[in-house]
């Protein structure tokens, strides 16, 4: 695991976005696993400004989002896929109709809409990068705690804390539904990299137990030390818990160092993972 202490929600996100960018130029074909939540905002505006001055380009690729609220209508502000135009969509170049998010109608069979988007992540040949945000009871997506980690998508039932969470993250006014679709804990595994943001000192406890905790269901993050390519971005107030803080800014300078003598940049992929 690469774990990466920055000072702050900006330079988490130039770090993130610096990680877009390389992906797009190694593999312009790129399948991305995205987001929503305050954590990607920061990162997202600097996508679509990056795009707006032909830095990159998503024209080729195309994205599937971890998850969305069962029975809201894509136009529904409250809906994740609101957020994702709102927030990306509108101001990058995605290729129409290569935008998927795990949408499921009321009245339709939850069964049947996530066996179709695993099928389709497949037919797209899998994840190459799975952007994380966190959820402060160790949620990845919306796997709540005690979620299988093997799980596949499915329809999943929010904690009354999740919801809290993530009611005003739209303009909209409204319950949201207790019911949502989410990738499953297997699913986001299967992504070839994963990178996970966190910002803000209620992260913390949740960032310690995905970094230095036991893997368990309580805390569905945990099973990322699983994973042989995940970069942990935290800011210094979601890293306040963490014990080993000091080695993973030693970590860190070697790399530099390493990155320095080589006159490339060593990336979490070649290194210590
Ligand atoms: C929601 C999303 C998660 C996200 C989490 C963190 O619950 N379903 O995928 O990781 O929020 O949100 P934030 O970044 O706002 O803390």
Redesign the pocket.
């Known amino acids: 695991m690469d774990i990466l202490i920055v000072e702050n929600s900006q330079q988490l996100a130039t770090l993130a976005a610096r990680r877009f960018q390389r992906q797009l130029s190694d593999k312009p074909d790129s399948v991305f696993g995205l987001?929503?939540?305050?954590?990607?905002l920061a990162l997202y505006e600097l996508l679509a400004e990056k795009v707006r001055t032909k830095e990159m380009s998503f024209s080729d690729s195309c994205s599937f989002n971890?998850?969305e609220f069962y029975g809201l209508e894509p136009d529904d502000q409250r809906s994740y896929r609101s957020y994702m135009q709102r927030e990306l969509f509108d101001h990058v170049d995605f290729p129409a109709g290569k935008t998927f998010l795990p949408e499921c109608a009321l009245g339709e069979d939850p069964a049947c809409a996530a066996k179709n988007y695993e099928d389709r992540i497949r037919k797209a040949g899998g994840i190459d990068l799975q952007l994380?945000?966190?959820?402060q009871n160790g949620?990845?997506?919306?796997n709540e705690p005690s979620s299988s980690l093997g799980s596949r998508t499915r329809i999943k039932t929010l904690t009354p804390q999740?919801l809290a969470?993530?009611q005003g993250?739209s303009s909209q006014a409204g319950a949201l539904p207790e019911l949502a679709m989410t990738m499953g804990i297997a699913t986001i595994m299967d992504a070839k990299e994963i990178l996970l943001l966190a910002c803000g000192s209620n992260?913390a406890r949740a960032v310690r137990e995905l970094v230095e905790g036991c893997i368990c269901a309580r805390w569905p993050a945990s099973i990322l030390q699983m994973h042989a390519r995940v970069s942990v971005i935290v800011d210094e107030a979601a890293a306040g818990l963490l014990e080993m803080r000091e080695y993973y800014v030693q970590v860190q300078r070697q790399k530099r160092v390493l990155s320095e003598s080589l006159g490339r940049e060593f990336t979490s992929l070649e290194a210590e993972s």
Request: net charge positive.
């Open positions: 987001a929503t939540g305050r954590s990607p971890l998850d994380l945000g966190l959820g949620h990845i997506g919306f999740t969470a993530n993250i992260k």
